[in-house]
């Protein structure tokens, strides 16, 4: 997918999510999201990766870091969030890395109690790739871009927030027709302005 259609992508969702603020303008505070998380899981995609030193490592479709940046409409009793961002995870070492990135799209809306907000979206991953640059072992895998439930429990303090997200996602490699378990778990901090 070249750059101009993930860039479309984007513009499109965070449209979406103004587009509903504006509509309801009066009822809604909205804020700026900047975030970040770890989350753990997911299939093995390379295993048994050695290092020098004797122990070895493996690349899990779950795993990864990720930063992420959009908008957030806060109403009474709800909250409507829209981001887009980067994950990426992997195996990283001084002679070559392994890594699985994709750019997550995502869209949750929530039930607010208090500062405690119990949500439920959907994720669009873009471009999954797994890239290898390991003695031996070099080259780039593209996967579908991919559609995932995701359930997230945050909460809220004023400009910050902390959370616990559960993805459920498949990514697909049409070259096999193999399909990869992407299920994880994520902890995260946001930062609204």
Same mark, same amino acid.
């Given at each position: 997918?070249?750059?101009?259609?993930?860039?479309?992508?984007?513009?499109?969702?965070?449209?979406?999510?103004?587009?509903?603020?504006?509509?309801?303008?009066?009822?809604?505070?909205?804020?700026?999201?900047? $975030?970040?998380?770890? +989350?753990? !899981?997911?299939? =093995?995609?390379?295993?048994?990766?050695?290092?020098?030193? #004797? %122990?070895?490592?493996?690349?899990?479709?779950?795993?990864?870091?990720?930063?992420?940046?959009?908008?957030?409409?806060?109403?009474?009793?709800?909250?409507?969030?829209?981001?887009?961002?980067?994950?990426?995870? $992997?195996?990283?070492? +001084?002679? !070559?890395?392994? =890594?699985?990135?994709?750019?997550?799209?995502?869209?949750? #809306? %929530?039930?607010?109690?208090?500062?405690?907000?119990?949500?439920?979206?959907?994720?669009?991953?873009?471009?999954?790739?797994?890239?290898?640059?390991?003695?031996?072992?070099?080259?780039?895998?593209?996967?579908?871009?991919?559609?995932?439930?995701?359930?997230?429990?945050?909460?809220?303090?004023?400009?910050?927030?902390?959370?616990?997200?559960?993805?459920?996602?498949?990514?697909?490699?049409?070259?096999?027709?193999?399909?990869?378990?992407?299920?994880?778990?994520?902890?995260?901090?946001?930062?609204?302005?």
């Amino acid at each position: 997918m070249t750059t101009h259609k993930i860039a479309l992508a984007a513009l499109l969702a965070s449209g979406l999510t103004f587009n509903t603020v504006t509509q309801a303008q009066e009822q809604a505070q909205v804020s700026g999201i900047l $975030g970040g998380g770890l +989350s753990f !899981g997911g299939e =093995t995609l390379v295993d048994d990766i050695r290092f020098t030193d #004797g %122990s070895s490592d493996e690349v899990k479709t779950g795993e990864g870091f990720w930063l992420d940046f959009g908008f957030r409409a806060d109403f009474e009793e709800w909250a409507l969030k829209s981001t887009i961002g980067y994950k990426s995870g $992997g195996v990283f070492a +001084s002679n !070559g890395d392994a =890594t699985f990135s994709r750019m997550p799209l995502t869209i949750i #809306g %929530s039930i607010n109690n208090n500062g405690h907000l119990f949500g439920a979206g959907f994720t669009y991953e873009l471009n999954p790739e797994l890239e290898l640059d390991l003695p031996g072992l070099y080259g780039t895998a593209e996967f579908e871009n991919a559609l995932g439930l995701v359930l997230e429990y945050e909460n809220n303090y004023d400009i910050w927030a902390w959370g616990v997200r559960y993805t459920h996602i498949d990514y697909d490699y049409d070259p096999t027709g193999e399909t990869f378990d992407g299920n994880n778990i994520g902890f995260f901090f946001n930062w609204y302005f």
